[in-house]
């Protein structure tokens, strides 16, 4: 059977149909994903409302292109997922909606997702995927945990930032950078160019003992020290010479790495697990990818990624967690079309599926 699954929690509009068999992981037949950052990058963030607004806009025709690229009809579709929570509210009401309205008109049930289960599965639809348990390092725009995973809905959170997550620390970081927004890939790849060890900035709670992470101070350290460089230079903080931002970015994104790194490592040995699966935006890091597989080799662990396309937010991995469940087992509750929504959802209030 075929799952539709509709991610619409931020600034993406994504859709997809995966093929569910008996036995082996779920299928990705096609997927279709609009993001609206150019919109937004005038206001130097999301603007909740013309989220919503352009969702409307974009999720039929998404839609539309994914039935004919999968080759199937609408009449295909068995059952339709859309991610519940944790978003923008109006923003997870348009892919609610239009779910629930899909599977009124087909007679086929829908399922809510959560978004962050959604992250944590995409790694299935790689061509390495992974198998329990693991230990994960979710790495967001909007959260950072460090997770134990013993199966689809077993989720221990096992430590998480305490502040920003570790994409708003690049964000932030970029942004003060002059280099735009969402900057956290433009700041890797100007970090490319730089000297890490050219300033020197603190990994918060890196020796705190516990799993928490907290990126807030790093980021004003990095505003303090960029105004120091603009001082020196006689020149605004966007001014500074094309080198001297690459050292900070390569130093700013060497301290996110490092705290990421040893946590992940820390976790492992406390849970003597020996598998490691990345999820999230920040999942596409080079630098990150590089460190955790050099560190995870000499352990012996397995790391394991979603594709690089599939790090930020996209509708196949919302039909992938939707139909992971499905294949688990659950039942999808009666009142399928009484729909809501979860703006705020931790990960590990979601249950498991008992078969
Ligand atoms: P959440 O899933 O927590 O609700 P989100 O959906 O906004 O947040 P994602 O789509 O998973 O988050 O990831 C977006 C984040 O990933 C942004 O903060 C972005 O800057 C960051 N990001 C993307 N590519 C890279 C990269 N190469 N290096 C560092 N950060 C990156
Ligand atoms: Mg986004
Ligand atoms: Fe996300």
Same mark, same amino acid.
């Given at each position: /059977?075929?799952? !539709?699954?509709i991610e619409s929690?931020?600034d993406?509009?994504?859709v997809?149909?995966?093929?569910v068999t008996?036995?082996? %992981?779920?299928?990705? =037949?096609?997927? #279709?994903l609009?993001?609206q950052i150019?919109?937004?990058?005038a @206001?130097?963030?999301?603007v909740p409302? &013309?989220?919503s607004r352009?969702?409307?806009?974009r999720v039929?025709p998404l839609?539309t292109e994914v039935m004919s690229?999968?080759g199937?009809?609408?009449?295909?579709?068995?059952?339709v997922a859309?991610t519940?929570g944790p978003g923008? #509210?109006?923003?997870l %009401?348009?892919?609610?909606?239009?779910?629930? +309205?899909?599977?009124?008109?087909l007679?086929?049930?829908?399922l809510?997702?959560?978004?962050?289960?959604?992250?944590l599965l995409?790694p299935?639809?790689?061509n390495d995927?992974?198998?329990?348990?693991f230990?994960a =390092?979710l790495?967001?725009g909007?959260?950072?945990? !460090?997770?134990r995973v013993?199966?689809?809905?077993? @989720?221990?959170?096992?430590?998480?930032?305490?502040?920003?997550?570790a994409?708003?620390?690049f964000? *932030?970081?970029a942004?003060l950078?002059?280099?735009g /927004?969402?900057g956290?890939?433009?700041?890797?790849?100007?970090?490319?160019?730089?000297n890490?060890a050219a @300033?020197k900035?603190?990994r918060p709670?890196?020796?705190?003992?516990?799993?928490?992470f907290s990126?807030?101070? =790093?980021?004003?350290?990095?505003?303090?020290?960029? *105004?120091?460089c +603009?001082m020196?230079?006689?020149?605004?903080?966007e001014?500074?010479p094309?080198?001297?931002?690459?050292? %900070?970015a390569?130093?700013t994104?060497?301290a996110?790495?490092?705290?990421?790194?040893?946590k992940? &490592?820390a976790a492992?040995?406390r849970t003597q =697990?020996k598998r490691?699966v990345v999820a999230?935006g920040?999942g596409?890091?080079?630098?990150?990818r590089?460190?955790?597989? +050099?560190?995870?080799?000499k352990?012996q662990?397995?790391v394991?990624?979603?594709?690089l396309h599939l790090c930020t937010?996209n509708g196949?991995m919302?039909a992938?967690?939707?139909?992971?469940?499905?294949?688990?087992?659950?039942?999808?509750?009666?009142?399928?079309?009484?729909f809501?929504? *979860?703006p705020?959802?931790?990960?590990?209030?979601?249950?498991?599926?008992?078969?």
């Amino acid at each position: /059977y075929c799952v !539709l699954g509709i991610e619409s929690s931020c600034d993406e509009t994504g859709v997809a149909l995966v093929q569910v068999t008996d036995q082996r %992981l779920p299928v990705l =037949l096609a997927h #279709a994903l609009y993001s609206q950052i150019e919109m937004h990058q005038a @206001y130097g963030g999301v603007v909740p409302e &013309l989220a919503s607004r352009d969702h409307i806009r974009r999720v039929l025709p998404l839609t539309t292109e994914v039935m004919s690229a999968s080759g199937k009809s609408l009449s295909d579709v068995d059952v339709v997922a859309f991610t519940r929570g944790p978003g923008l #509210a109006g923003a997870l %009401l348009v892919g609610a909606g239009v779910a629930c +309205a899909l599977g009124a008109a087909l007679g086929k049930p829908v399922l809510g997702v959560h978004h962050l289960e959604g992250h944590l599965l995409s790694p299935f639809l790689s061509n390495d995927p992974p198998e329990f348990p693991f230990v994960a =390092l979710l790495v967001s725009g909007g959260h950072t945990q !460090l997770m134990r995973v013993d199966g689809v809905g077993c @989720y221990q959170v096992l430590g998480e930032t305490i502040d920003d997550a570790a994409g708003e620390a690049f964000d *932030k970081s970029a942004k003060l950078l002059g280099l735009g /927004y969402p900057g956290g890939s433009a700041l890797s790849e100007l970090a490319e160019m730089g000297n890490s060890a050219a @300033y020197k900035l603190p990994r918060p709670l890196l020796h705190s003992g516990d799993l928490d992470f907290s990126f807030a101070g =790093l980021k004003t350290a990095v505003m303090v020290q960029a *105004k120091k460089c +603009a001082m020196a230079q006689g020149c605004a903080v966007e001014a500074l010479p094309h080198v001297v931002l690459a050292d %900070l970015a390569s130093s700013t994104q060497a301290a996110i790495v490092e705290v990421l790194v040893k946590k992940s &490592l820390a976790a492992l040995m406390r849970t003597q =697990l020996k598998r490691l699966v990345v999820a999230g935006g920040v999942g596409a890091n080079r630098d990150l990818r590089a460190q955790l597989n +050099a560190e995870c080799k000499k352990r012996q662990v397995c790391v394991h990624y979603p594709e690089l396309h599939l790090c930020t937010d996209n509708g196949a991995m919302i039909a992938m967690a939707a139909a992971m469940r499905l294949q688990s087992g659950i039942q999808i509750p009666s009142e399928v079309y009484a729909f809501d929504v *979860k703006p705020r959802w931790p990960l590990d209030a979601i249950q498991a599926v008992d078969a």
